[in-house]
């Protein structure tokens, strides 16, 4: 592979690393690293352990993070299908680690998708506070909330807008904010080839100029006191060090602060930027040939506690303005309380403020900001999908399946993760089987995996076709 390297990222490292140059080089004819990552939300590390049908090797950095080796395939695996565990390369797992968001927190994930960071963000928030999770393209917003709803998290809106459009809506709002930045991909080169094909000096110069302008939005969305994670998978020091000390000579309300897992990384280079700034040092680089993973830059930023406190808090409105309820919300209501009386009676989570419930045509939504003002933003998802109401009968969603254990469920079909039963269901076919007719958890080893419907001896199919294994 060594020799698909563009001749003008070759020489520009050879010149930055010098005596370290051929073992950083030696590294792209090495075995990509594949990692994946535990899913608290579903399954606590330690429980997966134990049942784990693959060999796996902690990754330093991350508590729930692993490595694995070929001919492992955990993607073709019915636990991943039921949100177990989030297949991401070990050292995109150090950004969200770093951010260390609390439980009960606003959190924004600017640039999320296809959402490894932000299934991460939403572990640590435990189902308290609220996640945004944003996406500029459409096509990978989707797939963003197909993720999130994988993983059973429940408090996360999807956008689907500009930096600069949330920034006008959300001015000093959320407590961290993590800034996953577009970026040229060297550090992708040994795990997508097609990477080098897209490279170029101008895509590196384009990409630091369009760092400049999210970090822009996100010091302005975030609160005095507030920590900001900046975090990029290329070499570049232009996209890196220098995009930082752009943005710390705006803003000198920021400073750099040490990083956790500091002593797995190395540090980042003051002498690689214009002007130096000796902050850099706290800012880390992952070197594939220094540790296993690929290519990534970290740093970690704390925004002052009397930053922009006078200013006015713009265009966000904390409460919307009195608006009729839309045609068919009680009804919609209605028909959700009947179907969780009788399907989920042991429902754990209360769905008891009934503002938060949000009707937009027949799919009936829970909000974890109810409060806040979405209108005329391009939202993919926001919050937990209840299900679909059909005249005044309720569907239940997979999101809530997944969102559910079976301690929650009336009725309940329980398959082995090597039944054929369960290959047969993953595929959308219906299933014999006798049980007490209405909507049941079906489930693998114990976790929800999706809806089936009971009648007759038979367990009819309501996996996502989409979803649908071939």
Sequence with gaps: MTKNLPTSFTERMQTLLGHDYEAFVSSYDQPVTHGLRVNPLKVGRDDFLKISPFALEAVPWCENG????????????????????????????????????????????????????????????????????????????????????????????????????????????????????????????????????????????????????????????????????????????????????????????????????????????????????????????????????EGHYLAKLQKSETADVHEPSGKRKEKRAAKSAPAGRKEALAAWRTFAAEALPALSKPFEDESAFLLFGEQLYYSPASELDWDKLKVARVGLHLGTVKKNRFEPAHALALALSPAEAARVASYGADDPELLRYLKGEALTRDGDSGWTLVTVEGFSIGWGKQSEGQLKNHYPKGLRWL
């Design 66 to 293: 692993f490595r694995y080796k070929e001919p492992a395939r955990p993607g073709k695996h019915p636990f991943h299908s039921a949100g177990l565990y989030y297949l991401q390369e070990p050292s995109a797992m150090s950004a969200a680690e770093a951010l260390g968001a609390q439980p009960g927190e606003r959190i924004l994930d600017l640039c999320a998708a296809p959402g490894g960071k932000s299934t991460q963000l939403a572990a640590f928030l435990r189902g308290q506070g609220m996640l945004v999770a944003n996406e500029i393209h459409p096509v990978r917003a989707k797939a963003l909330s197909e993720n999130l709803e994988r993983c059973g998290v429940t408090n996360a809106v999807v956008t689907n807008e500009t930096p600069e459009r949330l920034q006008e809506r959300f001015p000093q709002f959320f407590d961290r904010i993590l800034v996953d930045a577009p970026c040229s991909g060297e550090g992708m080169f040994r795990k997508l080839p097609e990477a080098i094909e897209d490279w170029s000096p101008a895509k590196v110069t384009e990409c630091h100029v369009m760092q400049g302008d999210i970090l822009e939005a996100a010091a302005a969305m975030l609160k005095p006191g507030g920590t900001l994670v900046y975090s990029t998978c290329t070499f570049a020091p232009l996209e890196n060090e220098q995009s930082l000390v752009n943005f710390l000579g705006r803003h000198p309300e920021f400073e750099i602060v040490s990083l956790p897992h500091a002593d797995c990384f190395s540090a980042g280079q003051p002498e690689w930027a214009s002007p130096q700034n000796e902050q850099l040092t706290l800012t880390a680089r992952l070197w594939p040939h220094r540790l296993q993973g």
